[in-house]
């Protein structure tokens, strides 16, 4: 795949980069050692002051960094700026607890005498330079929600963005390079998927992260299995959406078209298979296909645009086919389905789409729908919904509405994901974990965990 800026709501190629040759990416992993054996010694006060002067730079940047974002891979430019100023919120959410998150951690005196010690500790320190692979749906928050706290923590990054999004990926670079951080502290590698591995089996480089598909977490994580390197990986999902007669099911089907279809369909913690109780299922699937209908899909940059085109044609075509796939094996399209009529000769555009009787034969039940389509279920009680809820492969989040206590408690305990949300949508925050089970991935991004991913949890014993 080419390195290069296609809009995707023309289709029209506007910037080609070369990718990096091995004596670039030398100079850069050599920079990069060198940026973390002085980088480490830092104070927390350092680098927070540094985190917070980008935070200023980016919301300063957002409405440019916006339209790059916008004209690359087609999210609205409304939620391209409110992605900007996420990543600005968390820079400074990891710059004011970074401290207290790694502060020392002392054991009980009982157990500290018991072990023999005088005293004894546990400390977090830096690990060293992190490869982090990341994809083009939020360009900037992904590699922020990996950055801030990394960077915080004392270790250095690099990056290999995703190819579609290169001016992104040298926006970040120059974002901390302007904060002040040290030369080597944040690099972008401009680089194809081929060149990951060598990069990974580099003995400087000592850990990664991945959010991307399943296929490229497989390979990233068996590569640095090999190496005996930490990873954390984030692979998508196949988020799970229940509603049950208790719930303000007119709130759930209006906060459902949002879940659905936010950055045009494109997210791994979008609502996807919309899990309905029989006593207000009608009612639940007439609000919800309305409020699909009535989204407005158009220009990503025109600021009335609900949603704009998916960012390429592959993954358009990937998407066709499951609908396709579903409607032959006999789902019912109840709204979309098809390329808009007024974007039939430019862009990647697809209609908000909702489909009704799916089995667990068709491909759609299985597989993750990058794109605003909505699979609907019918079911009979909250057994059959967890059951439903659980019969994907995937497990990042889930969400469920009710005004019923045990109902929550229930579902609490039985999702199979690694995130429950009730009466709302699924979202993150930098101070909550973030994360899923089963081919969901492993590991967690944000909050405590977060920063404690890549640190080197050291035990330190005194004797008494």
Known sequence: MPIATVNPATGETLKTYDALSAEDIEVKLARAAEAFAAYRTTTFFDRARLLQGAADLLEADAPDIARVMTTEMGKPVAA????????????RWYAEHAQHLLADEHPAESDVKDSGASRAHVRYRPLGPVLAVMPWNFPLWQVVRFAAPALMAGNVGLLKHASNVPQTALYLEDLFRRAGFPEGCFQTLLIGSGAVEDILRD???????????????????????????????????????????????????????????QNNGQSCIAAKRFIVHEDVFEEFRDAFVAGMRALRVGDPLDEDTDVGPLASEQGRTDLEELVDDAVESGATVLCGGQRPKDFADRGWFYEPTVIADVTPEMRIHREETFGPVATLYRV?????????????????????????????????????????????????????????????????????????EFCNITTVWVAA
């Open 80 to 91: 391209a700026r409110a992605e900007a100023a996420k990543c600005a919120k968390t820079m």
């Open 203 to 261: 003995e400087r480089v000592v850990a990664a992260t991945l959010t991307g598909s399943e296929p490229a977490g497989r390979s990233v994580a068996a590569i640095a299995g090999d190496e005996v390197k930490k990873t954390v990986l984030e692979l998508g999902g196949s988020d799970p959406y229940v509603v049950m007669p208790s719930a303000d099911v007119a709130k759930a089907a209006k906060t459902a078209v949002t879940a659905r279809v």
């Open 380 to 452: 009979a009680d909250l057994d059959e919904a967890i059951e439903v809820a659980n019969d994907t492969p995937f497990g990042l989040s889930s969400n469920l509405w009710t005004g019923d206590e045990d109902e929550i408690e229930r579902f609490a305990r039985d999702s199979g994901a690694g995130g429950v949300f009730v009466n709302g949508m699924t979202a993150s925050h930098p101070a909550l974990p973030f994360g899923g089970a089963k081919r969901s991935g492993y590991g967690r991004e944000l909050s405590d965990h977060g920063i404690k």
